[in-house]
């Protein structure tokens, strides 16, 4: 990989893990532990795995939160 394409590929990793920090604060959670957090990750990537009607529902909160209900 050449030099410049590494730094692009680590620029888009730094920018993703700065907007999903971003989640977590916007949903009120920055103050909470990061175990705690993980732990819930975990638990609804289960969840989202075998539950259609729950990401629809968790999309639309979501959706609501950022002001884009039409996405």
Known sequence: MSRTATTDARKKDTRDKIELGGLIIKAGLRFEKRALLLGAL???RK?????DNERTRLTAI?????????E
Request: charge should be negative; hydrophobic fraction near 30%; aromatic fraction near 6%.
């Open 42 to 44: 975990i638990e609804l």
């Open 47 to 51: 969840r989202l795995k075998s539950d």
């Open 62 to 70: 979501g959706s609501e939160a950022f002001g884009n209900e039409g």
